[in-house]
């Protein structure tokens, strides 16, 4: 089983040859940096102030990297503050806020589900 965190994201860039990090994770450089940490700032994480969001937002919805239809967008869901599901989310700003280098998150949708993916998990030894 993978667990994408640190210690496999510097393995695996070891392994290619190429420098830990993506260098363009900020949101100046990366349209799905910004996206990604723009929606934390709903979801319990610290929100980027309205002036500095009016600004970034302006130049990305000039750019050709913006997403052009709601499927290529960050998103998340879930009920009103208790966010469930995180997509298409950049891995450098997932792993900053959930320890994972993940482009998708989702929670369990109830307790069954989860007791039994504690189950599942167990068997196979998976890391806390």
């Not at 891995?91 to 109830?110: K, W």
């Amino acid at each position: 089983m993978i667990v994408p965190n640190l210690e496999w994201y510097l393995e695996k860039s070891a392994s290619q040859s190429v420098s830990p990090r993506c260098p363009f994770a900020t949101v100046q450089g990366c349209p799905r940096f910004y996206q990604s940490l723009f929606l934390l700032g709903n979801a319990g994480g610290t929100k980027i102030s309205e002036k500095e969001d009016k600004k970034i937002l302006k130049k990305w919805k000039k750019s050709p990297l913006w997403p052009v239809t709601d499927e290529q967008e960050t998103s998340i869901a879930g009920p009103k503050d208790d966010h469930k599901h995180f997509w298409r989310f950049c891995p450098e700003v997932s792993f900053d806020h959930f320890g994972f280098f993940a482009s998708s998150l989702n929670n369990y949708a109830n307790d069954l589900d989860t007791t039994l993916a504690h189950t599942e998990l167990g068997k196979v030894k998976t890391p806390r």
